[in-house]
């Protein structure tokens, strides 16, 4: 995990990035809360500070979380609603059953409410966390516009809908394009695996038995498919996996440079590197992390226009609706 010092959390607390904000059909507004929860970025920080000092996988789940949760019914928190009898929401589908780390929004949750009760909503406070991750992890910061509201409806079948780790990029760009963001878009908002994880069940097939012609996928680095078997065993422990990056603790942008050397963990995380409508903006991110930064930032904002509610519910308890 990054180190992260008291000077460190003062300056995310008072840092202003002008950057230019693409318009949303809600009325979002970097300024929401200014009035009525003055407080409410600084105890969100707080929270997600503390949580990632004591368990360094927390940026990558929250980062994650966010982008789980826009692609399916938009940027409402249907993620973090609970099954109940009747009906298995979705966070209990496939594809995000280790996200985790809900604990550390419900926390924030529990200190706004006690601080400006029934004003910040849960979607909101995840929108600001995904922020809070990448810049305490050494990446950019950015203005979260706020004021979305919370969905009612939650339901595991939807993650269906989520990009798979077997797309290509022809199914990786139709299902970005669905939610209003570009080929550039994809790309960038693929860098978030500079933090992230995977267990083996998302590339095995890549390492073993790939297809009749060939046991390793040929996109892969020979040694770097070797390494990857070897994180596999059988039988298989299942916390068994691989780091996306070399620098996984650190927002960076090593995770394109490792693309290039064909060791990306995902085949379309690799398909990135190796298909010719996006090869360039990879190599440009690889090349400057600067820009990568400002791009990452930029994408983010427009991920997280997507799907508003603008007239619903402030939850009061993220994993239920009042």
């Not at 105890?43 to 368990?55: E, P």
């Not at 990857?228 to 068994?240: E, F, G, I, S, T």
Request: charged share 20%; hydrophobic share 40%; aromatic share 8%.
């Amino acid at each position: 995990m990054a180190t992260f010092s008291p000077k460190h959390i003062l300056y995310l607390t008072t840092l202003l990035l002008v950057t230019i904000v693409p318009q949303s059909k809600a009325a979002l507004n970097a300024n929401y809360y200014s009035q009525t929860c003055p407080q409410a970025e600084k105890i969100i920080l707080q929270t997600v500070y503390n949580a990632s000092i004591f368990d360094p996988k927390v940026p990558a789940r929250l980062l994650r979380m966010f982008f789980h949760d826009c692609f399916i019914r938009g940027c409402d928190a249907s993620l973090l609603l609970d099954s109940t009898a009747g009906n298995q929401a979705e966070k209990d589908g496939p594809p995000n059953i280790s996200i985790a780390s809900f604990y550390v929004i419900d926390d924030a949750k529990t200190k706004l409410e006690a601080a400006c009760p029934g004003t910040v909503s849960c979607a909101d406070i995840v929108a600001i966390a995904a922020r809070d991750v990448v810049t305490i992890s050494g990446g950019p910061y950015w203005n979260v516009l706020k004021g979305r509201k919370d969905g009612r409806v939650s339901n595991a079948s939807e993650t269906v809908n989520l990009p798979a780790p077997v797309f290509n990029v022809s199914q990786l760009i139709q299902s970005f394009s669905k939610r209003g963001l570009g080929v550039k878009d994809l790309v960038a908002l693929s860098g978030g695996h500079t933090i992230g994880f995977s267990h083996c069940s998302s590339f095995e097939s890549r390492v073993k038995n790939f297809s009749l012609a060939h046991d390793i996928d040929p996109s892969l680095n020979v040694e770097f498919a070797q390494e990857l078997r070897k994180k596999c065993p059988k039988p298989r422990n299942k916390n068994a996996g691989q780091l996306l990056d070399s620098t996984s603790s650190t927002f960076d942008n090593d995770y394109y440079k490792r693309l290039l050397e064909s060791k990306g963990v995902f085949g379309t995380d690799q398909a990135l590197a190796d298909d010719f409508r996006t090869r360039g903006t990879v190599e440009s991110f690889a090349k400057d992390q600067s820009l990568f930064f400002r791009e990452f930032a930029a994408s983010m904002i427009k991920l997280g226009n997507v799907g508003v509610i603008e007239n619903g519910l402030v939850r009061l308890k993220c994993r239920l609706v009042n």
